[in-house]
Structure formats: structure tokens, C-alpha cells
């Protein structure tokens, strides 16, 4: 069997490598140990293939002939690798262990897992998944299964060679998923980590590893529902599997604002903004048949999330009969909080303008009421605001919700002059039936105007006016960026909808057959003030015996007492309410400053009869030296070279002595230059390099600035020299280089590493002596 693996990849070595660094790296890569998962026989297949790859570099002759087929194959022609062919032959035959073409190994049988293993350590990720998916697939096509003679012993257990090809293949295929969330594919990220999942779950093996591949799978969730939903309206099953998806987190969170544990990562605050941002991706039909379910439960935010669907489906969509259920849902949530302007623009879109007008004098949304009142100057009431505010409040807040209503224009002269509209509204009950059923619009008492906490003032929740970014920055884990559970870190991938203007089909609402005695005059009220215009005169013709009635105020000159206008009365119950409230304050201030000065009377007289029964011991004994001008111990310098604990190194320590040659690279490559730094944290062959690369950089009148983020995945120590020890770690490192004071953005990068740093101990402490990348995790443009 041959494997695409080569000699310094093995080893993690370059080409030019020495015999000091080859002979170091063979003795790192025997100490380090994969994970604890794996059997004793994969351990050792892996460590017979690096002492392979030694003994091979390690001998100058057939280092020589390896190194002229990798030469030729990695830059050489044609003819070059065929006089690498020949040479191979000659210098190689008893080998026989390299392929000059694709610069493979041969292997036998019990070195296949060990190869998968090099190859997972490598980031072959998508070789590990080729390479063992035949091993696991038997000539028809079908997984193998527990009890085959060729996988399982004579007591019918899994062999420990299939149970590390399994192991290496589910972890090959979690860091796959991971990739790929990373880069912004969600679906095909969710696709391998079920692919692994599903692997483990079969063979009944490695619940650790599993537990860890659900646990990204969990955290995708939020992710895949943005992704799905925010395909076209064509693609209608991934959408439906969006939301089915949702409905699931919904269900283990307990709602909206539920506070269960869906395993996201999202709390409450950030669960609410993935569902604000999620709103732009789905139509009115799916956010009212979502939202009107889930306020069931019971949910506040869910009513009042319904309450807009409803709202904006009925509008648009000319059936009055969900705006009335709107409204009605809104009674409920009156009890606790200001609903009164939303209370007053239902009203209005039923043509009850009489109670949208009381509704309107309740409300606290003092901007909204300036708008409305500034708006309604020469009017005898507020129905001319009123009805502009409401268009403006349907264009800019509730349609951009939705995405098919994006588009939608909201007009009030095109909805009343709808004949099924008409229809409906003139079944309608009058109004004074309607207050007597529907019993909401009650003033606030003073604990709901003291406590009041509006769900659409909510910040994190759903306030009256909605971001309408349409960017779906992600806040869902740091995505691993969950960048997400960025939301938040949810946040945390971007989608961009392109909504297109569609009226979903709804179920026809069957209307009251309710005789009203005034329906018309509501009806005739409300259409009266759409942008400050008079009813058509077709629709005057069609309905000659109803009058607008004027206010007698309005004829004569004066007013009488009871003649006042509803402006009038507004202004008063606003004067009575503010001087209620400023007594009630006063009363308040009032009584806590009696009882801190109270307090403060009682503590003072406790004090003072402590002191007097119970006075304090006088010390004894020779007293402390302390002066203001010397410090009480030693402070050291802080030019000082870090002190690196005592005993065994710990991942503690390894991650202190990694960060201390991060910031003095850092130091070194700056614009000072500090390139003595070096000798602090550097020994061998990688001081003698970087000493090159940092006075190269000084004479070249260039420097760099670095950030850097270090995260330490394992540490070995020699089991035979404690002074020796091998720390691989990720680091992400951001540098922008400078060439003659000016930045050179085609050099500068931003990218994440995997590096290995060989660690030795000197009287001084711990110091690198060699450091090699193992690869590269992922580059941020």
C-alpha cells in the first residue's frame, strides 16, 4: 500500500534542515503523543514510520537520492523526473519505498493507521476521509458491522486497529466541519459533523468524542437556520428546514424568551437579537404562523412579535378580520405595559376613531404624540396626525420586517377604499359595544407607569423601530466564531437577502355578520383624514345620508364648559396625571431621606456605646518598622528578565515562555530593534536565525507590528530528560510590515498557525531552540 506522505513532512522538517535539527526533530516527534483515545499499536505504527523516515535522512547517501526525487518532482520537468526515476533505481533499490511521481511511501498492512494518524496531524483532513473510507466500506457498498470476522475478534469486540481508523476518521471529520464553519458554510460543516457523529453513534465507540462533535453541532444550529431562511423564496425545503431547525431550539429553550438551555451558547439578551435579526428573512405568512404559535406558550415578546405580523398581513393583504385579532392580543398585553399607540393605530385601521383617539391620550410615547399633535394642528382632533403617523409607522417599521413587504407602499386611501375592507368594517360592532367587550384601554395605574418596561423599548428585544441594517453579522459562538453562539459571539458570517415583493395566501377570514349602527360613520371617519383629503366624491354619491359631524365649538365663536375641545381635556388629564406624579415623588424623596438620616442617627449612637463599654486593646509588643520613603520589601526591577517557575513544565509555564518570545519577536522586529531581546528567550539554531532575520530587517531600515493571540494545545516532556519538553500551540498572528516608515499592505497578513516549539532548560530558565509550523489553520484577508 502506498500513502501520499514524504520524509520531511513526517519529521515537520524543510528541505536544508541539519543534522542538529533532524536528529531534534525525530526526538520531538517520538515524545509527542497523539490523543489518549488511541490504542498502544497505533502509537507504535506511527512511531515506526518516523524512525523510517529517519533512518532514511539520517544516512547521507540515500538522503542524497531522496533529496534529488523531491527536487524533481516538486521543480524539475518532465525529463528531470525521469533521471529521478533511474536514479531512484539504482540509488534505492532495496528500498523501493519512494515514488518519484507522487511522492508517496509504501507501507505495510499494520502501518496503515499510523499513516491516517501523521496525515490527521499533517490537516489532511480530506485525505484521512479518502484514504479510510474504503477500509470501512466492503466491496457492496455497506458499512461493516460489529461481528465481521475481519473486524472483530473471537469474542465478537471491535479490533483496536478499526477502532483508531474509526477514531481518525470521526476527528478528521470534526475538523473538517470546523473549517467549513469557519469559512462560512454552515450546511456542509453540519453535513460532516453528522457524518462523524453518525460513525461513532453505529460503531458504539468514543462517547467522548461524539459528546464533542454534538456540541458543535448545537452551536451550528443558529448559523444553519440564517443560512437556510435566507435562501430564495424557490428553494422552499431548505427553508422549511430552517425553520424546523428554529422550532427546535424554540421547543428545548421553552420560547422566545425562554431561558432552557438549547446547548447554543446564546443567552436570553443574545437569543432575542438572533430572532430580531432572523425576522428579516421570513415572510409575514411564516412569521405569523411562528409567532402566533409560540405566544401560546404564554411569551410577551412572541404576542407583541405576532401582534406586527398580524398587523402587516392584514393590511396589506385587505383583511381587517386579523388586524381586530391584533388588537385583541394587544388587551392582553395592555395589563403591564404601554400599548396604548399601537392600541390606537388597530383601532384606527378598523375605522374606530373614536377610541384610536382615547387610546391615543393614554399613551406615554411622548415623541410620537408631538409628531401626531404637529401634524393635526388645524384640526379639531388628532385623526389627521394619527392617520400619517400610521402610514409612516407601516412604511418604516413594520413592513421592512418581512421580506415580502419590503417593497409594499402603505396607503390608507387604497386600504378603506377596498370593498372587502368596507364589507368588513361596516359588520363591525359600534364602538360603544366594542368598549364594553373589549376592556384594555384603561389609563396606567402608577406602579405599571413606574415599572413600565415596553417590549418594543426593549434594546435587545423588539423596539418600535427595528434596525433595518440588513447585515446578518453574526454574534452565534465565536465561530468557533460563533464569532456566532456571536450571536454573540451568536455574532461572530454575513447574508444579504434579496427580498421580492409577493402576497402570501392566506386563509380567508370569515367575517361577523354583526349589524352596526354606525359602521359607515366609522368607516366615513377614518377615511375622511387619509393624507388630509375629503372621501372621493364617488363614495359621497354612494353614501349621501351620512354627515361628518362638527364639534359646535367649531361654528360659534365662544366655548362653553361643557363645549371644550378634546385637546383641551387632553392637556388637562396630562396636568392632573404630572402633578399627581411630582407629589408622589416629593413623598418619596421625602421618605428616603428621613430614613438615611435615621440611619445614619442609630449607627452613630451604636458606635459611639461600643467605644464607650468595649474600648479598643492597646497593642502590644515590638511594633513594625514601616517608612513612607523605603518599601516594606523589595520591588523588582522592571527591566528584569521573566522568572519562569521551579520543577516540571507546566502548560502554564509553556504558554508564559511561548508569550514572552511573541512580544520579544515582537520587540525585536519593531522600530527600536531590540534585537539583544533575542538572547533572552532563544537558544541554538532558532537564535541564530531570528538573530539573522531581525538585523537583516534593521539594515534594510524595515520593521514590523505584531498582535498576537496564543492558545497552547499540548505539552510533552522527555520521559528520559526532564529538561527537555515539546509545546505545540496555535497562534494567530497579525503583522503589518513597514518599509522605510510607509506600510506595505501586500506583505502584511493576518493568519492562524499551528507551530511546534522545542523547549530546553538553562540555569536561567526554560528557552526555545528550535520552533517548526505544522501548518496553517486559517488566513483572515
Same mark, same amino acid.
Request: include cysteine.
Given at each position: ?182 469559512? $462560512? ?10 457524518? $462523524? ?56 429553550? $421553552?420560547?422566545?424568551? +425562554? ?33 402566533? %404559535? ?31 385579532? %391584533? ?23 378598523? +375605522? ?23 401634524? !393635526? ?15 409612516? @409607522? ?75 441594517? $440588513? ?114 415623588? @416629593?413623598?418619596?424623596?421625602? +421618605? ?74 515582537? %520587540? ?109 489553520? !486559517?488566513?483572515?484577508?
Amino acid at each position: 500500500m502506498r500513502i501520499p506522505l514524504d520524509y520531511y513532512r513526517i519529521l515537520g522538517l524543510p528541505l536544508a534542515a541539519s543534522e542538529e535539527q533532524l536528529r531534534q526533530a525525530y526526538s520531538d516527534r517520538i515524545v509527542q503523543l497523539p490523543r489518549r483515545e488511541y490504542s498502544q499499536a497505533a502509537i507504535n505504527s506511527r512511531k515506526q514510520l518516523i524512525e523510517e523516515a529517519y533512518v532514511v535522512l539520517s544516512d547521507p547517501k540515500e538522503r542524497k537520492a531522496y533529496d534529488q526525487i523531491y527536487l524533481a518532482h516538486a521543480y524539475g520537468s518532465e525529463s528531470d523526473r525521469n533521471a529521478a526515476v533511474a536514479t531512484e533505481n539504482r540509488a534505492l533499490n532495496s528500498n523501493g519505498s519512494v515514488d518519484s511521481q507522487n511522492l508517496s511511501i509504501e507501507i505495510n498492512p499494520e502501518e496503515f493507521v499510523g499513516a491516517l494518524l501523521l496525515l490527521q496531524e499533517l490537516g489532511e483532513y480530506e485525505l484521512v476521509l479518502k484514504l479510510g473510507h474504503p477500509y470501512l466500506v466492503n466491496k457492496n457498498g455497506t458499512f461493516l458491522r460489529v461481528g465481521t470476522s475481519s473486524e472483530t475478534d473471537e469474542f465478537g469486540e471491535i479490533t483496536t486497529e478499526r477502532a483508531d481508523i474509526v477514531l481518525t476518521i470521526a476527528l478528521a471529520c470534526l475538523e473538517v466541519g470546523r473549517e467549513q464553519w469557519q469559512q $462560512g458554510h454552515y450546511e456542509n460543516a453540519a453535513v460532516s459533523l453528522e457524518t $462523524g457523529d453518525e460513525l461513532l453513534a453505529r460503531e458504539g465507540l468514543f462517547p467522548n468524542v461524539r459528546a464533542e462533535i454534538q456540541s458543535d453541532l448545537y452551536r451550528l444550529r443558529p448559523y444553519r437556520i440564517l443560512e437556510l431562511v435566507a435562501l430564495p423564496k424557490e428553494k422552499a425545503t431548505e427553508r422549511r428546514q430552517g425553520l424546523q431547525l428554529l422550532q427546535e431550539i424554540l421547543d428545548e429553550r $421553552g420560547g422566545v424568551d +425562554g431561558t432552557g438551555d438549547d446547548q447554543s451558547g446564546l443567552n436570553v439578551d443574545d437569543f432575542l437579537r438572533f430572532i430580531q435579526q432572523l425576522r428579516n428573512y421570513l415572510t409575514v405568512a411564516e412569521q405569523h404562523k411562528l409567532f402566533e %404559535a409560540e405566544s401560546k406558550r404564554p411569551s410577551a415578546v412572541a404576542t407583541y412579535l405576532a401582534i406586527y405580523a398580524l398587523v402587516a398581513r392584514g393590511f396589506t393583504q385587505r383583511q381587517p378580520a386579523l388586524i381586530r385579532q %391584533a388588537k385583541q392580543m394587544l388587551v392582553r398585553l395592555s395589563k403591564r405595559q404601554d400599548v396604548h399607540l399601537e392600541q390606537s393605530l388597530c383601532a384606527l385601521l378598523l +375605522g374606530q376613531t373614536e377610541e384610536a383617539t382615547r387610546a391615543l391620550e393614554l399613551s406615554q410615547e411622548y415623541e410620537a404624540l408631538a409628531f401626531i399633535r404637529e401634524h !393635526s394642528l388645524n384640526s379639531p382632533d388628532l385623526l389627521p396626525g394619527l392617520c400619517l403617523y400610521s402610514e409612516r @409607522w407601516l412604511q418604516n417599521e413594520v413592513f421592512p420586517h418581512f421580506c415580502d413587504l419590503v417593497q409594499e407602499q402603505a396607503s390608507l386611501k387604497d386600504y378603506f377604499a377596498d370593498r372587502q375592507v368596507q364589507a368588513y368594517l361596516e359588520q363591525l360592532p359600534t364602538e360603544a359595544q366594542t368598549n364594553s367587550e373589549e376592556v384594555g384601554i384603561n389609563p396606567p395605574s402608577s406602579q405599571t407607569q413606574a415599572t413600565r418596561q415596553s417590549y418594543r423599548t426593549h434594546p435587545n428585544v423588539v423596539s418600535r423601530r427595528f434596525p433595518r441594517d $440588513g447585515n446578518t453579522e453574526q454574534r452565534v459562538p465565536q465561530t468557533p466564531n460563533y464569532n456566532r453562539p456571536n450571536y454573540s459571539q451568536y455574532a461572530s458570517s454575513q447574508f444579504s437577502a434579496s427580498p421580492t415583493h409577493s402576497m402570501p395566501e392566506g386563509a380567508n377570514v370569515e367575517m361577523p355578520a354583526i349589524p352596526s349602527e354606525n359602521g359607515d360613520r366609522n368607516l366615513r371617519g377614518a377615511n375622511y383624514y387619509v393624507n388630509g383629503a375629503e372621501p372621493s366624491v364617488a363614495y359621497r354619491r354612494s353614501q349621501p345620508q351620512v354627515r361628518r359631524r362638527r364639534s359646535p365649538y367649531v361654528n360659534s365663536g365662544g366655548r362653553t364648559s361643557d363645549q371644550r375641545p378634546i385637546a383641551g381635556r387632553r392637556r388637562r388629564y396630562l396636568a392632573v396625571g404630572a402633578k399627581a406624579k411630582t407629589r408622589l415623588m @416629593w413623598m418619596v424623596l421625602i +421618605g428616603v431621606t428621613g430614613i438615611l438620616v435615621l440611619w445614619l442617627l442609630i449607627s452613630t449612637a451604636v458606635g459611639w456605646l461600643h467605644n464607650l463599654f468595649s474600648p479598643a486593646p492597646a497593642l502590644q509588643g515590638e511594633q513594625l518598622v514601616i517608612t513612607l520613603n523605603e518599601p516594606p520589601f523589595a520591588i523588582p526591577d522592571r527591566n528584569s528578565k521573566a522568572q519562569f517557575p521551579e520543577g516540571p513544565l507546566t502548560e502554564a509555564t509553556a504558554a508564559e515562555v511561548i508569550q514572552t518570545w511573541l512580544s520579544t519577536k515582537a %520587540a525585536a522586529l519593531g522600530p527600536n530593534h531590540e534585537i539583544d531581546s533575542l538572547k533572552e528567550i532563544l537558544v541554538g539554531s532558532a537564535l541564530s536565525q531570528w538573530l539573522q532575520v531581525a538585523q537583516k530587517e534593521q539594515a534594510e531600515n524595515r520593521y514590523r507590528k505584531y498582535e498576537h493571540r496564543l492558545k497552547v494545545e499540548s505539552l510533552e516532556t522527555s520521559p528520559i530528560d526532564k529538561n527537555y519538553a515539546a509545546v505545540q500551540a496555535s497562534v494567530t498572528e497579525a503583522a503589518q510590515f513597514y518599509e522605510n516608515g510607509q506600510i506595505n499592505q501586500r506583505k502584511s497578513y493576518n493568519e492562524t498557525v499551528r507551530v511546534r516549539y522545542s523547549l530546553i532548560r538553562q540555569a536561567n530558565g526554560w528557552r526555545i531552540r528550535e520552533m517548526s509550523v505544522i501548518n496553517k489553520v !486559517s488566513t483572515i484577508l
